[in-house]
C-alpha cells in the first residue's frame, strides 16, 4: 500500500497537460537537496482506487493523473496507472519516480512491461547543481512512453521530451 500527502493541479509538470499531481509518502531516494522531505516519512492517507476517483472527481478539467514518487513500491504505483488508464480513458497518466531507469528495469523485471499503462514518465533523482527539467544540464528525463502491440507481443518506446521544457 503506498500513501498520499496533498495534491495539487499544475500547468507545468507534464507539458500541454492540466495534471492533478498526487505526492506519494515513504520515498525511498532521499535526493539530498529534496524540496519535500516529508514525504521522506512514511505519512498521509492509504491511496487507494476510492482515493483516486474522489481525487478525480473533485478536481474537474484535468487531463492528466501524475503520482510523484512512489518508488518504494513501484508495483503499487503501475497498478494505479492500470486502474485509472481502464476506467478514465480519456485521461494521461504519468509517473515522477527518482530512481534511474536502470534501476527499476532490474526491479521490475517482467512487470517492466506495465509501464504501457503510463503516458509519460519522468526518471532520475533530483541533483540541484545539474537542475531540474527545465535545465539543459539536468540528469533528469521525462519520457513520452509510446505502446507498441503487435500480435500477442506488447511492448513500447520512450521518447525523451525534455525539450518540451523552456530549458536554460
Known sequence: MIKFTETEVT???IPEEVTLCINISNCPIHCPDCHSKHLWDDIGTPLTTSAIDNLI????GISCVCFMGGDANP????KLAKYV???????????FSGSVLEDL????GKDYDDI???DYFKVGPYVKSKGGLDSKTTNQVLYKVNPIVT??????ILL???SKYNQK
Open 11 to 13: 500547468f507545468s509538470e
Open 160 to 162: 525523451n521530451i525534455n
Open 75 to 78: 508495483f503499487a504505483v503501475l
Open 151 to 156: 500480435g500477442n507481443e506488447k511492448g513500447f
Open 116 to 118: 504501457i499503462h503510463l
Open 57 to 60: 472527481k473533485s478536481n474537474d
Open 85 to 95: 488508464k481502464h476506467t478514465y480513458p480519456s485521461l494521461k497518466i504519468g509517473w
Open 105 to 108: 528495469e532490474s526491479f521490475l
